[in-house]
Nanobody, 122 residues
């Protein structure tokens, strides 16, 4: 599976961005999809994930109520809509995929995209 993330950029605090992650190489609809992020000098952390059907989502407490994950299986794409952005959201955002059941554990994700940088200025 190849994952290509896009949509990052520079935004002011309080602004919004939508990240996209296009998948190819395997039946997208069978994959559990997640977004992770890594801030400078910090470990990579879970942000959000969505089940294969889109019916189940899970969020890190730090983004709950501000970020929304969704997917379009017809387009083999998963999205992360980020609203009310804060400077502490600055990080490289990675999309990732895994077969099987729901997980927020980084180590269980098998496929990773290259990352897209989000910078939130104060």
């Amino acid at each position: 599976v190849q994952l290509q993330a896009s949509g990052g950029g520079l935004v002011q605090a309080g602004g919004s961005l939508r990240l996209s992650c296009a998948a190819s190489g395997r039946t997208f609809s069978s994959l559990y999809m997640g977004w992770f992020r890594q801030a400078p000098g910090k470990e990579r952390e879970f942000v959000a994930a969505v089940s294969w059907s889109g019916s189940r989502t899970v969020y890190a407490d730090s983004v709950k109520g501000r970020f929304t994950i969704s997917r379009d299986n017809a387009k083999n794409t998963v999205y992360l809509l980020m609203n009310s952005l804060k400077p502490e959201d600055t990080a490289v955002y990675y999309c990732a995929a895994k077969p099987g059941w729901d997980s927020v554990s980084l180590s269980e994700y098998v496929y990773w995209g290259q990352g897209t940088l989000v910078t939130v200025s104060s």
